[in-house]
């Protein structure tokens, strides 16, 4: 039988689940990494015993960490455990936590200014890596999106990392700013359909794509507004929280945005809201059905002074048509009480026959539904706050 | 030789359990001290000073023999006690909550 292994980031270390393909009794190790921070954690769709991971520190910065054996054992890549730290000529081996700006003049473009919370200019400071994305054909790709807002890259299992530079100089880069997480690039999504286009989308900038690989890049933010920027309207400046898609249909995307849950049907060229009857459209997570392609779920957040569920009552909405029409999926979830936010990495579908949905909460708890969001039950209940959940569906 | 204390954090990174040691050729240093160091534990560049600009993460310090060290240059001389490994240099992280 099928089984799923379940990747949470934490505030204080990463936790690995597994189970079999029931999906009722769980298997729980960790901490791995205890007393770091665990952004993210992602297989490749390829290998999923290729395990990569963002560790990170407000005192001792960014650590790439590399599994190959499905979690069971970790390196920091360049250096496999046993083997020496140096070269025979006595020089360090590849440095996996060096993320730099490229701002070369061959290659690069110039490191300038993006925006402070206060409009003041501020120069690019690297910070962490907050989303991994391996790549769909090869286990020795990957991609990282990091804070301050940039895409890298690293193609050799994560020794080495390259910035994607036309991104953040493509030209609107000295208007982003920080949302109030930090000015972070979140969400990586590659087109399964086209090797060649790859969306992302930042805090506070907006959703971008690449048509190319990478090397140019436009704003796709047509049709967003949002009310607490000068220019309700403008071309970069959006909150935009996470960003999903199904692979059948790359060119459909749902987005979360700060307030408001936005479609578009042609690949981000222009959005349309479906919020709908939804209690309140402000949130992080947003996560699409792995069998049904118009099935989106989200977890609306009171608002954006109260990062909590509204009312007491954990509930995560479901809509069955695209957007819309929501309806509250609350069977095996607190419904009092309860004042947890799920951030917007922390949600994740199986691709089993019966779709498993995911989702990891700021109180520490992780719950998961075996039957497509109908009934839930706890994994765990007392983590530290979790930061990202991502599921891998195991032969 | 040089000895060398690190925080917890950095002791699991470096999969050390106690104090390290390093050999400096030339003058002993913070800088030269912190390149041997890099270059015996690979893993732990990039978490004590920036990997550009070199300089000391602002939640680290640097103590030896009772002295703060964490704003001296880089190329100043460390203390003798320090030199002749009679007492580490200690890397400590700031008590900065969390």
Same mark, same amino acid.
């Given at each position: 039988m099928s089984g799923v292994r379940v990747l949470v980031g934490t505030r204080k270390g990463a936790f690995i689940l597994t189970s079999d393909g029931k999906r009722e009794k769980w298997d729980v190790s960790g901490p791995h990494f205890a007393g770091w921070e665990l952004y993210h954690l992602k297989g490749s769709p390829i290998d999923p015993n290729r395990l990569y991971a963002s560790q990170s520190s407000g005192w001792f910065g960014q650590i790439i960490q590399r599994s190959d054996d499905g979690g069971k054992t970790w390196h920091q890549p360049g250096t496999l455990p046993g083997e020496p730290t140096t070269t025979p000529e006595g020089f360090p081996k590849a440095e996996s936590n060096k993320f730099v700006?490229?701002? @070369?003049?061959?290659?690069? =473009?110039?490191?300038?200014?993006?925006?402070?919370?206060?409009?003041?200019?501020?120069?690019?400071?690297?910070?962490? +890596?907050?989303?991994?994305?391996? @790549?769909?054909?090869?286990?020795?790709? *990957? /991609?990282?999106? +990091?804070?301050?807002?940039?895409?890298?890259?690293?193609?050799d299992g994560g020794k080495n990392w390259q910035e994607l530079p036309g991104l953040r100089g493509h030209g609107t880069g000295p208007n982003w700013q920080p949302g109030a997480g930090g000015m972070c690039l979140h969400t990586v999504i590659l087109d399964p359909s086209d090797p060649k286009r790859i969306f992302v989308a930042i805090s506070a900038a907006g959703a971008f794509r690449t048509d190319d690989g990478g090397e140019t890049w436009k704003p796709i933010n047509k049709g967003?507004?949002?009310?607490?920027?000068?220019?309700?309207?403008?071309? *970069?400046?959006?909150?935009?929280?996470? +960003?999903?898609?199904?692979?059948?249909?790359?060119g459909v995307l749902f987005m979360q945005k700060h307030w408001d849950v936005m479609r578009s049907d042609d690949a981000g060229d222009s959005w349309r809201e479906i919020s709908g009857n939804l209690p309140t459209d402000f949130g992080f997570v947003i996560d699409v059905h792995a069998h049904e392609p118009e099935t989106v779920y989200v977890v609306p957040i009171k608002s954006d002074s109260?990062?909590? *569920?509204?009312?007491? =009552?954990?509930?995560v909405y479901r809509s069955r048509g695209g957007g819309n029409e929501w309806e509250a999926l609350t069977n095996g979830l607190p419904q009092s009480n309860c004042y947890v936010n799920v951030l917007r990495d922390a949600m994740a579908v199986d691709s089993l026959d @019966?779709?498993?949905? /995911?989702?990891?909460?700021t109180g520490g708890q992780v /719950?998961?539904?075996?039957? @497509?969001?109908?009934?839930?039950?706890?994994? *765990?209940?007392?983590?530290?706050? +979790?930061?990202s959940v991502e599921v891998q569906v195991l032969p | 030789m040089i000895r060398v204390a690190l925080p917890y954090h950095l002791r699991n990174l470096a999969k050390v359990d106690d104090e390290v040691t390093v050999d400096v050729?030339?003058?002993?240093?913070?800088?030269?001290?912190?390149?041997?160091?890099?270059?015996?534990? $690979?893993?732990?560049?990039?978490?004590?000073?920036?990997?550009?600009?070199?300089?000391?993460? $602002?939640?680290?310090?640097f103590f030896a023999g009772g002295e703060d060290l964490s704003h001296e240059s880089p190329d100043a001389p460390l203390p003798d006690t320090v030199a002749t490994g009679a007492e580490p240099l200690v890397v400590l992280g700031a008590i900065a909550g969390g």
């Amino acid at each position: 039988m099928s089984g799923v292994r379940v990747l949470v980031g934490t505030r204080k270390g990463a936790f690995i689940l597994t189970s079999d393909g029931k999906r009722e009794k769980w298997d729980v190790s960790g901490p791995h990494f205890a007393g770091w921070e665990l952004y993210h954690l992602k297989g490749s769709p390829i290998d999923p015993n290729r395990l990569y991971a963002s560790q990170s520190s407000g005192w001792f910065g960014q650590i790439i960490q590399r599994s190959d054996d499905g979690g069971k054992t970790w390196h920091q890549p360049g250096t496999l455990p046993g083997e020496p730290t140096t070269t025979p000529e006595g020089f360090p081996k590849a440095e996996s936590n060096k993320f730099v700006y490229d701002s @070369s003049t061959e290659t690069g =473009k110039p490191l300038t200014t993006h925006q402070w919370y206060d409009g003041t200019p501020r120069p690019w400071e690297f910070k962490r +890596v907050w989303h991994l994305e391996p @790549s769909l054909t090869d286990p020795d790709t *990957v /991609y990282a999106g +990091v804070e301050d807002a940039a895409l890298f890259r690293s193609t050799d299992g994560g020794k080495n990392w390259q910035e994607l530079p036309g991104l953040r100089g493509h030209g609107t880069g000295p208007n982003w700013q920080p949302g109030a997480g930090g000015m972070c690039l979140h969400t990586v999504i590659l087109d399964p359909s086209d090797p060649k286009r790859i969306f992302v989308a930042i805090s506070a900038a907006g959703a971008f794509r690449t048509d190319d690989g990478g090397e140019t890049w436009k704003p796709i933010n047509k049709g967003l507004f949002s009310q607490y920027i000068p220019d309700p309207t403008a071309e *970069v400046g959006h909150c935009v929280h996470h +960003v999903a898609m199904h692979p059948s249909r790359p060119g459909v995307l749902f987005m979360q945005k700060h307030w408001d849950v936005m479609r578009s049907d042609d690949a981000g060229d222009s959005w349309r809201e479906i919020s709908g009857n939804l209690p309140t459209d402000f949130g992080f997570v947003i996560d699409v059905h792995a069998h049904e392609p118009e099935t989106v779920y989200v977890v609306p957040i009171k608002s954006d002074s109260e990062h909590y *569920v509204a009312d007491g =009552k954990l509930r995560v909405y479901r809509s069955r048509g695209g957007g819309n029409e929501w309806e509250a999926l609350t069977n095996g979830l607190p419904q009092s009480n309860c004042y947890v936010n799920v951030l917007r990495d922390a949600m994740a579908v199986d691709s089993l026959d @019966s779709c498993g949905i /995911y989702f990891g909460t700021t109180g520490g708890q992780v /719950y998961a539904s075996a039957d @497509s969001g109908d009934t839930w039950a706890p994994i *765990v209940r007392d983590l530290p706050a +979790v930061l990202s959940v991502e599921v891998q569906v195991l032969p | 030789m040089i000895r060398v204390a690190l925080p917890y954090h950095l002791r699991n990174l470096a999969k050390v359990d106690d104090e390290v040691t390093v050999d400096v050729n030339g003058q002993v240093t913070l800088g030269s001290v912190l390149d041997a160091l890099e270059a015996k534990y $690979p893993m732990l560049r990039g978490t004590i000073r920036d990997q550009v600009t070199r300089k000391r993460r $602002p939640f680290l310090r640097f103590f030896a023999g009772g002295e703060d060290l964490s704003h001296e240059s880089p190329d100043a001389p460390l203390p003798d006690t320090v030199a002749t490994g009679a007492e580490p240099l200690v890397v400590l992280g700031a008590i900065a909550g969390g």
